[in-house]
């Protein structure tokens, strides 16, 4: 009964490298939401998918950065040739019926992959 | 647009007593939930309560319940018989009934247990 498994953990990347963070939803779960931490903040969400889908990619920065959730395998978020600015703890979070909001919506954590760029 | 705010960057309470930690939200929108979370310094995300904007009961769980103030838009959270376990920043955060649910978080407090 395993939760939603993010690696690595931890990643450190030099500016102007590319930085992948790979996550697994819960067994059953197709929904996926990737959020941003900076130091001393709130979550911001960054993007939602589904399976082969993006939903919901709000939040996401229009350059650099993508995110994929393919049919098979886990979903992905690419970020490509960071700058300082990005070392954040990003998590990402699965669910089993969002589309209407009660506790089934809840949305389970992943442990983060703390991203530090050099 | 929606908007969570906790005012309060930290807390201490004793060991075994009851805290009381902020949250107050924005929304247009008339169906939406309420969550907690607690972030221990392990950096994990623990969901700990949830609260729909419809439910007439303010919801519990353990020693977790939240006072649920619709008109005022307030969703505090309660800790009863505080632990020194307890100790880790506290986010509150909101999502809207038909988006994308994603999840709307306020920048959350630090609560600090002394024994």
């Known amino acids: 009964n395993a939760g939603v498994m993010q690696n690595p953990r931890h990643l450190v990347r030099r500016r102007g490298q590319e930085a992948r963070l790979r996550c697994s939803p819960m067994k059953g779960h197709s929904h996926v939401y990737w959020y941003r931490q900076l130091p001393e903040e709130g979550l911001k969400f960054m993007v939602y998918?589904?399976?082969?889908?993006?939903?919901?990619e709000s939040g996401m920065p229009k350059e650099r950065f993508s995110a994929e959730f393919p049919k098979e395998g886990p979903s992905i978020l690419r970020i490509q040739q960071v700058v300082r600015g990005d070392s954040a703890a990003y998590f990402c979070?699965?669910?089993?019926?969002?589309?209407?909001?009660?506790?089934?919506?809840?949305?389970?954590f992943g442990p983060g992959t703390r991203l530090t760029v050099l | 647009a929606q908007k969570i705010t906790q005012t309060q960057p930290g807390m201490f309470v004793q060991e075994k007593e009851a805290v009381t930690l902020d949250c107050t939200y924005d929304?247009?929108?008339?169906?939406?939930?309420l969550f907690w979370y607690k972030q221990p310094s392990s950096g994990e995300m623990i969901f700990l309560i949830y609260q729909g904007s419809y439910d007439q009961q303010n919801a519990t769980e353990g020693r977790y319940s939240l006072n649920f103030q619709k008109a005022r838009k307030s969703a505090n959270l309660v800790i009863s018989a505080s632990q020194l376990g307890d100790s880790a920043m506290y986010f509150c955060a909101m999502s809207i009934q038909g988006g994308s649910e994603k999840l709307v978080f306020g920048k959350g407090m630090k609560l600090t247990v002394n024994p």
């Open positions: 929304t247009s929108d008339p169906s939406y939930g």
């Open positions: 979070a699965s669910s089993l019926l969002p589309g209407r909001v009660g506790p089934y919506n809840e949305q389970f």
């Open positions: 998918l589904q399976k082969e889908n993006i939903i919901d």
